[in-house]
């Protein structure tokens, strides 16, 4: 069973700069879609980034890109977000998940970690 546990949030200004970071336990991450995802207090879930396995595909929902990056590193069973030019409206509790199929939508992804508060004050 995989576990993924989330670090690397906080506070920061309007237009700071966090990097997120999601470690695996209990198996390796090199066959997995990995994602992003976050909820705003009063929200829904919603995607934020996914890598393929290979790191040859990224997708971004469309508020973040230019300003979010997701990466992997395979070796280390680790999968970052960094996040620049951060705004108020990026706050949320940011999970990472991994999926063995699928990119978007929170069913296609198996496992989850337990998130990491972002707060961005204006």
């Known amino acids: 069973q995989v576990q993924l546990v989330e670090s690397g949030g906080g506070l920061v200004q309007a237009g700071g700069s966090l990097r997120l970071s999601c470690a695996a336990s209990?198996?390796?991450?090199?066959?997995?879609?990995m994602g992003w995802f976050r909820q705003a207090p009063g929200k829904e879930r919603e995607f934020v980034s996914a890598?393929?396995?290979?790191?040859?595909?990224?997708y971004y929902e469309d508020s973040v890109k230019g300003r979010f990056t997701i990466t992997r590193d395979n070796a280390k069973n680790a999968v970052y977000l960094q996040m620049n030019s951060l705004k108020p409206e990026d706050t949320a509790v940011y999970y990472c998940?991994?999926?063995?199929?699928?990119?978007?939508?929170?069913?296609?992804?198996?496992?989850w970690g337990q998130g990491t508060q972002v707060t961005v004050s204006s």
């Open positions: 209990g198996g390796t991450l090199s066959s997995y879609v």
């Open positions: 890598i393929s396995w290979n790191s040859r595909s990224t």
């Open positions: 998940a991994a999926a063995l199929a699928g990119w978007y939508g929170e069913d296609d992804y198996d496992y």
